[in-house]
C-alpha cells in the first residue's frame, strides 16, 4: 500500500502557551514599568517549543513512522517523544544525534507499507518512506553540507507489542526533518578557531538542537572535537589535546558569566595559552549569551587573561567612483581615501573593479583592458597581464589575488612589492571561475566555480607560511550550487556570502551561511554589482543606470547615481 503522505497536525506549536495564557484572567494594565534587557543581552532562543504527539493508540503502521517523523521537531530529553514510537530494544540503541536528513518537505513523503501476514492479523511488516527531494544533510558533529536533490528511500521495519500497539523496531541512526522545520529544530553557532598566526580567530559553522544545554555543547564541541576538514589545515585550537572538561555541564550564572571546570592539566599552562583559550572559548559562546567565561581547575580560578585578535574592519561605509571622486560614502558626501584616491579617479574611465586594502593605504584595479593593477601613494604597479582576469581580491596581509577565468587551477598572490606568488592546489575540480574573495581573516577563501555543468559557490582554507605568505589552498568545500550567472559575490560579517545572481528571469541576492541553508531576495531591476559589509544593512547594490542602492527592510532605497564602479573592501 502507497500513500502520499498528508501532513496530521502532530505537532502542538504554541499548545503550552496558549494553555498558560488561557489560564490568566487577565493582563495588568497598571503598576510599575520594569526595563528590560538590552537586545544583545537577551537570550533570543524562542521560549515555547514546539511539541510532537505521541503515539496514539490503534495507530496503523504507516502512523506510527509518520509520527516519529514529526517527533523529530522535539529534541528534548535526547528525541524522548520519538523513542515513545520504538521498541523498547531500539529506544536504548537509537542514536538521533548521528545525522539530520533535510527534504524538501514533509507533505511531498510518499509512505509503503507491506504487511506479513499470521492468521487473522499481521504481526510485523516493512515501511518505506520516499524522501523527495533532499536538501542537505547536518553530520553528528553539526557540519552543514548541501545534497544534490536527489530522492532517497528510508526504510523501517515494525512490529506489534505485546499490547497489540505497532512499533517500529529498526531504523536508522539520525532524524529527517524537512527545511522550513530544520531552524526551528536548530540553531546556527560558530566554533572559534585561531588561525596559525594567532592573530585572527576563524569561524567554523556548526548546527545545534536549540536546548537550554547549548554552553555545554559548544564547550564539549570545542574542547574534544576537530576543526572541519576543509578547513582544518589553516586553523589551530589553543586547547591541548589533554585539557578537557571535567564534568558534564558549564553553568551559566544569572549575570552570563560561564564556568568551565577543566581538567588537571590546564593548571600547568603558561599565561599566554590560557588566555587564548578564554578568548577562544568566549568568542564560541557569545551566541548563547555568554559574556564571560571563568576557567578553573580543582574549583580554583587559572585567573586567565585575554589575547587580543584582529577583528577587521569596522567602518562598513562603501566606496564608490563617480566620474571626479573616489572614496567612501558617508552620508550625502565621499570621503577620499588619502593616498589612492586621486590616483583611481585619474583611471576612472576604464576601472572596472576595485578592491580597497584593510589598512586604506593601497587597491587593487581591474581595468577594461584586463589588467590588474595596485594604486597606492603616488604609485600604480601592473600585477597581472594575463588574460581573461576576474575582478582582483586583497587580503589583510597586503597580497592582492588573481586568477583568470577560464585557468581556476592558476591563483596567483601578489605582494605588495608586486611579485607574485603561485599558490598551488586551488579548485582542483572546477573548469572555469567567476568570483573570488578572501575573508577579512585571510584564511578563506571563497570562490563560485563551474564543475562539470554547474556553477557553485565554494571555499577553501589558504594554509600559509611563518611569514604569513600564502603556500597553497586546503581541500575545496561545496557550500551551494547557484542556478544562474553570478555578477558579484562579497563577504557579509564573517560567515556569510552576499552573492548577485542572475537567473534570466530577475536579478537576485542570495544571502548564503557559509555551512547553512541560504535565502533568496529580488534585487534591483538592472543591478550589475553589489558589495557586502559587517551586516546585511551594509550590503550595497549598483545597478546599470549608475544608481546605488540599500537595503530598508525588505525593499530596496535608491541612493547616490552617476556611480562608474562600486567598490569593495578587503575581506568584505
Known sequence: MTRRRH????????????????????????GEVNVGLALDEADLDPDISQ????????????????????????????????????????????????????????????????????????????????LDHQVARVDED??????????????????????????????????????????????????????????????????YPRRQTIATTLTQSLLSGEPSEWLAPAVRSAFPGDVALASDSVPISPEKVATVELTAAAATLDATQLSRMRTQLEATLRPAGVTEARLLVNGRDLDAGRTVVDAGRQETSPVVLTGNEFGAYVGDEIVPVDGISDEIVALAPSVTSIDVAADDARAAVKLDSGLVYTVSDGRRDELDGRPGLIAPSMDPYGYTWSVPSASPHAVKAWRPEVTGVDVVGAFPEASSIAQLRVAADGVRAAAVVTIGSQRWIVLSAIVRDEAAEPVEFGPM????????????????????????????????????????????????????????????????????????????????????????????????
Open 51 to 130: 511539541i510532537a504527539a505521541r503515539p496514539l493508540a490503534g495507530a496503523s503502521p504507516g502512523e506510527i513512522v509518520e509520527g516519529f517523523l514529526d517527533a523529530a521537531l522535539t529534541p528534548d530529553n535526547g528525541w524522548a517523544i520519538a523513542r515513545e514510537f520504538l521498541s523498547p530494544e531500539l529506544a536504548a540503541t537509537w542514536r538521533p544525534s548521528e545525522s539530520v536528513t533535510i527534504d524538501s518537505g514533509a507533505g511531498a513523503r510518499e509512505f509503503t507499507v507491506d504487511l506479513d501476514e499470521e492468521g487473522d492479523a499481521a504481526v510485523s511488516g516493512d515501511v518505506r518512506v520516499l
Open 477 to 572: 568545500h561545496m557550500v551551494a550550487q547557484v542556478e544562474g550567472a553570478v555578477l558579484g559575490m562579497s563577504w557579509v560579517g564573517g560567515d556569510s556570502l552576499a552573492v548577485l545572481v542572475d537567473d534570466a528571469q530577475a536579478r537576485l541576492v542570495l544571502t548564503q551561511d557559509v555551512g547553512g541553508p541560504g535565502t533568496y531576495a529580488a534585487a534591483p531591476t538592472g543591478a550589475q554589482a553589489l558589495s557586502g559589509g559587517r551586516t546585511s544593512a551594509a550590503v550595497r547594490i549598483l545597478d546599470e543606470d549608475g544608481v546605488l542602492f540599500a537595503q530598508r527592510g525588505t525593499t530596496w532605497q535608491m541612493g547616490l547615481s552617476d556611480v562608474l564602479v562600486l567598490g569593495t573592501h578587503a575581506g568584505q
Open 7 to 30: 501532513r496530521s497536525l502532530a505537532v502542538l506549536a504554541l499548545a503550552a502557551f496558549m494553555a498558560v495564557l488561557t489560564g490568566c484572567t487577565s493582563l495588568p494594565v497598571s
Open 142 to 207: 553539526g557540519a552543514y553540507a548541501e545534497l544534490p536533490g536527489d530522492a532517497s528511500v528510508a526504510a523501517f521495519k515494525v512490529a506489534r507489542n505485546e499490547d497489540g500497539e505497532w512499533r517500529i523496531t529498526s531504523a536508522s541512526d539520525g532524524i529527517v526533518l524537512d527545511a522550513e522545520a530544520f531552524p526551528q529544530v536548530f540553531r546556527r553557532y560558530s566554533l572559534q578557531y585561531f588561525d596559525q598566526s594567532w592573530t585572527h580567530l576563524v569561524p567554523d559553522l556548526r548546527w
